[in-house]
């Protein structure tokens, strides 16, 4: 079945740091891939996608790039501030009619001054 | 435009009692799935929703768990009765394609004592 597999955290980085959060992902057909951010006691926001091969989706200085031949769609950020801190969540739309978006466990980046 | 809209926000309840849950949709999403967050993992699928049929419900726990969206609208997603492992959060979200990605509510944190 469809997949994400995300890297473990937490990550800590100081204000301006760059960022990077590894993602990859198990799927048939051709996916969407999407990032979803959520700060502390709120839902899931929608950061950035990407719906074929090669997309670069961006959002807020936040990148991700979907590469087919290493099934990755890894999120960067050049400089990251204190209010980036939250939990990042990769996720896959599978194909067909299977419209479900399956979630990666979820990356919880803190960002210290 | 408004979002997907859930309520309660929180709520509390002793083990062996019933409890219900309500999800407003973004207008003209036909599609509304109900996911299931527990603490410090990802989301993951109970049902999804075409308008008004189920058509997704394999991850939902049928001998307690319920739901229904009548109209094609409006959803709820009831418990009967709750168990102590039914605690975590319960996330609502809706699209229109699968490409635009979901959109979701602020979700229901649901502790059972």
């Known amino acids: 079945g469809d997949s994400v597999t995300q890297m473990e955290g937490p990550v800590t980085l100081s204000e301006e740091a760059f960022l990077t959060i590894n993602c990859t992902y198990t799927?048939?057909?051709?996916?969407?891939l999407f990032w979803y951010v959520q700060y502390p006691g709120e839902g899931l926001q929608l950061l950035l996608k990407a719906t074929k091969a090669d997309d670069k989706g961006s959002n807020k200085g936040f990148e991700a790039t979907y590469r087919k031949e290493t099934t990755s769609f890894h999120l960067e950020k050049g400089s990251v501030q204190v209010s980036d801190s939250a939990v990042y969540f990769c996720?896959?739309?599978?194909?067909?009619?299977?419209?479900?978006?399956?979630f990666g466990k979820g990356t919880l980046l803190t960002v210290n001054p | 435009e408004a979002g997907v809209v859930q309520s309660p926000r929180y709520k509390i309840i002793e083990k062996k009692q019933p409890v219900a849950f309500w999800c407003n949709p973004i207008s003209g999403h036909n599609t509304l799935y109900w996911y299931l967050q527990n603490l410090g993992q990802g989301p993951e699928l109970l049902i999804r929703?075409?308008?008004?049929?189920?058509?997704?419900d394999s991850q939902l726990p049928k001998d307690r768990f319920s739901a229904e969206r009548l109209k094609g609208v409006d959803s709820t997603l009831k418990i009967q009765p709750a168990e102590l492992g039914d605690s975590a959060v319960y996330l609502c979200a809706s699209s229109v394609t699968r490409g635009a990605g979901a959109f979701f509510g602020q979700g229901t944190r649901l502790t059972v004592v």
């Open positions: 799927a048939t057909g051709y996916p969407s």
């Open positions: 996720a896959l739309y599978s194909g067909g009619s299977n419209y479900k978006l399956t």
């Open positions: 929703y075409e308008n008004e049929e189920a058509v997704d």
